[in-house]
Structure formats: C-alpha cells, structure tokens
C-alpha cells in the first residue's frame, strides 16, 4: 500500500502537463505539527510507503524532518521531484533523512524539448546533474517519463540512458487529462498508439534488468501476463483499493487524476477516511460497467479510473475506452 502526499504547491517550473497546477505556494498547505500527525494517521491505516512530491517536494522548508518522521513511524520514504534542485548538500541530507529513494523527472533526451516542456531552462542538465548527486549519496532513483506524441518514439532510449547513468528503473507515465493537462489532451496517445506502446515497453522490459513500469496503464498488466512475463506488481489501477493521493491542503482523493476530494485530513483522521469513503468502498468493489466489469483480466488490471471518469464526464466506474481488448464474456 503506498500514499502519495503532495507536500507543496510550490514549484520552481510550469509544466504543460501539471496535474496539480503547481506554481506558487498555497496559503492553507499543512504546516509541519498537521503533517506530522497525518504521517501517523497514514501509518495506522496500514500503508507501507509514502511518497513526498509537489509541486517540487524540495521547496517546503521541512522536508528533511518530515522524511525523518515518516522513516521513524516504520514508512518507507520515497521522493518524487524534477531533480533540478537535488544539489550534493541537498542529496546528502535525503539519504541521512531516511529517504529511501527519489523519482526524477526527464521527458526527452533532447534538452530542447524537454525543457520547453517543463517551461524551464536547463531542466533536462540540471535532472541529470540531480541523478548523478542522489547516485553519489547513495540514494537510489529511477527516472519518471511523461510519455506524450512527440517523445514516444525515445523512450526505450529514455530505458537505456537510465540503465547508463544507474536508475533502478525507468517508470512511463500515460497522461489523463486533468490540471494543465486538459490543455494538452490532444497530445495524448491515442487507442492503437496507446497499446502498441505498452507492447513496446513490456518488450523492452524483457531486454533489460532495470524494472520498467507503464503508470496509468493499467492495461500493461494484461500484455505481461499474455506474454508470460514475471511481474512484481498484482494490479494496474491502484485508486482507491492500495493507493490514493493528499493534496497540499489535505484534501484525499482517489489518485492524483481523480480530482474529487473525499475529506480532509485537517478536519478528519487520514485513517478514517481511508477506510470510511463511500467512493474507497465503491472502487473496491470492482462492479465496473461495460467490458472492465466482465473482462477476464479484471483483477489484474481493472482499467483506468481516471480515464473512465474524464471521458464519460463524472463516471468513474465506466468501461477505460482507451483498452482494445476484447473480453471473451463480451456477447454474454
């Protein structure tokens, strides 16, 4: 069971594909005593892993000491940052916080794009210098790939770089269209596209050691087990059923593309909530509509909710459109 909190709104980019639309620091963010006791909430629900991202994580001030706390209430402490800020001296302090390894963002192997994209110059050198920083203190990171029209076509180079400069894994993630990212809807993949590049990648994946992991394509699990591929990971969607999201302010939903917040952490314990929501309750069940409610692969995968939940406009246990498998119970 993992969570991720976005610790901070604040952000030193603008990124076209921002979920959270990060930019400046909100006045209501949880302060460090709300933050603490949230970190214990978390813990008591059962969940193992906390990841700290943003906004940038790097920017709140007590990062160090939150990372800390997590790590001493038992929770494994990752990072997701763009890794322009990860500086030897901020390196050092995340591995003697505790943190047990950090996500960097790189989207391109052409500085050009990638830094148009992140709205940042010298993002794509400055994540590099980041890898190489966490590489030397001795924290393990992996390398997270927005995967959009015009860099698709790299991304088993994006894998081999990241096996060259010693990421323990290239994760790929499928844009849903929330936040910024309904501007750039149109450069999301498309059906045919979407499926030849999981296939792609879960080809790859055979190729290499370094783990590779299609996120927001829960389909990627139907593909490995048609492969007869070995896979750590049980499930594709985890919303709602081993993970969810806590915004800046406190707010828990479902996963970070599911903006719908189903209480607040300031006014009610994460755990309770966690446990209490009828929306939790109901994607647990797994009563999905259309083909994800009768689809063979239903456990392992179960479609994406978000997705379902933009395109059906409110209806998140609805069939994931963007799957072209065809499920043997479908004439039934």
Not at 77 to 101: C, E, H, S
Not at 298 to 314: E, F, K, L, V
């Amino acid at each position: 069971m993992l969570v991720s909190w976005n610790s901070t709104n604040q952000c030193n980019m603008f990124c076209d594909h921002c979920y959270r639309d990060a930019g400046a620091k909100l006045d209501d963010e949880l302060n460090t005593d709300q933050a603490k006791k949230m970190i214990r909430e978390i813990q008591a629900a059962g969940f193992k892993i906390m990841i700290f991202s943003g906004g940038e994580s790097i920017m709140r001030p007590d990062i160090f000491e939150l990372g800390s706390y997590a790590t001493a209430t038992g929770l494994r402490a990752v990072l997701g940052t763009n890794g322009t800020l990860i500086t030897p001296d901020i390196a050092a302090g995340l591995k003697t916080a505790g943190f047990k390894a950090a996500g960097v963002s790189l989207d391109s192997l052409d500085a050009g794009k990638n830094d148009q994209f992140r709205k940042f110059d010298k993002a794509h050198d400055l994540a590099i210098q980041g890898m190489i920083n966490l590489k030397n203190a001795g924290v393990p990171f992996q390398i997270h790939t927005t995967v959009m029209d015009w860099n698709v076509r790299e991304l088993e180079e994006i894998t081999d770089f990241a096996i060259e400069i010693g990421a323990m894994a290239h994760h790929v993630f499928f844009l849903v269209p929330t936040g910024r990212a309904v501007n750039i809807e149109d450069e999301a993949l498309r059906k045919m596209e979407y499926e030849r590049t999981i296939t792609r990648l879960m080809k790859k994946q055979t190729e290499i050691e370094i783990e590779i992991k299609p996120t927001c394509a829960p389909q990627f699990m139907r593909i490995a087990q048609q492969k007869n591929m070995p896979m750590r990971f049980s499930r594709g969607c985890l919303a709602g059923i081993s993970y969810c999201i806590i915004s800046p302010k406190g707010n828990v939903q479902p996963c970070a593309y599911l903006d719908i917040a189903l209480g607040n952490v300031k006014e009610k314990p994460f755990d309770e909530i966690w446990r209490d929501s009828q929306m939790f309750k109901e994607l647990r069940t797994m009563a999905y509509e259309g083909k994800c409610g009768y689809c063979d692969y239903i456990d392992s995968c179960g479609g994406c909710r978000a997705r379902a939940y933009y395109y059906t406009q409110g209806n998140y246990m609805a069939q994931d459109d963007w799957c072209l498998y065809q499920p043997r119970g479908e004439n039934k």
